[in-house]
């Protein structure tokens, strides 16, 4: 069954280091899509960024970068610098077809990063 | 502005007393999507909506009810709320394109309910 897992429940670091959250996935598709979205304090949902299945390229934006490797299932996030308002839950999600032909997704129990000033 | 609604925002109520947390988003998006966030648990899914009429359960639907009659418009029904469904809901929707790229999901404000 697809699984998405998020080893770390909490991290905490200190200001503008470096930070890495992992996300490990099992799926049997081989199209399928991950995610990662922020849930700052304040609770709401923040869509950060998506990858299919075929598109291993790493990705940069600005402090953030994401690294995907199917040979290990895996599509970690790093932070560079971390900074305080860095500080939320970070949850990663995996998106494929189910065996009705429609799309479900199935989400990490997230990581909580606290990043101290 | 474009965006998913939820209300209410905070709900306590009792056992076995029916209740319905509306869901409107204002983007045209086909897919809609229930989830209940507990501690430790992360977000589930409980319902989607691929479009209208097109309903699915998601990996926690058992307690919960959904309809899809308008494309705007997805609530989520509890006809016998119980304590065990206390939790934070949120709604969610997304832009279904024909090239089935996925698209990223817009998330609600979130709804807080206590089952007492």
């Known amino acids: 069954a697809q699984k998405v897992t998020q080893a770390q429940t909490e991290i905490s670091v200190v200001e503008k280091e470096d930070v890495t959250l992992d996300c490990v996935y099992e799926?049997?598709?081989?199209?399928?899509?991950l995610f990662w979205y922020k849930q700052p304090p304040s609770g709401e949902l923040v869509f950060l960024i998506r990858?299919?299945?075929?598109?291993?390229q790493n990705e940069i934006s600005g402090r953030y970068s994401w690294n995907f490797q199917k040979s290990t299932s895996s599509f970690n996030f790093t932070i560079t610098a971390s900074q305080v308002v860095d500080s939320a839950v970070y949850f990663c999600?995996?998106?494929?077809?189910?065996?009705?032909?429609?799309?479900?997704?199935?989400f990490g129990t997230g990581t909580r990063l606290k990043v101290l000033a | 502005e474009a965006q998913v609604t939820q209300n209410p925002r905070y709900l306590i109520t009792v056992t076995g007393k029916k209740l319905t947390v509306t869901c409107s988003q204002n983007m045209n998006h086909e897919y809609m999507s229930w989830y209940r966030q507990d501690p430790g648990l992360g977000l589930r899914q409980i319902y989607y909506?691929?479009?209208?009429?097109?309903?699915d359960k998601g990996d926690v639907p058992e307690g919960y009810k959904v309809s899809r009659k308008e494309k705007r418009n997805f609530p989520l029904i509890l006809e016998s709320p119980s304590p065990n469904q206390t939790s934070l809901y949120f709604c969610a929707s997304s832009f279904e394109g024909r090239s089935s790229l996925r698209n990223e999901q817009f998330f609600g404000p979130g709804t807080r309910l206590t089952v007492l």
């Open positions: 999600a995996l998106s494929e077809v189910s065996t009705s032909g429609t799309y479900k997704y199935i």
């Open positions: 799926t049997r598709d081989t199209t399928y899509y």
């Open positions: 909506s691929m479009n209208v009429e097109v309903t």
């Open positions: 990858r299919n299945s075929f598109d291993e």
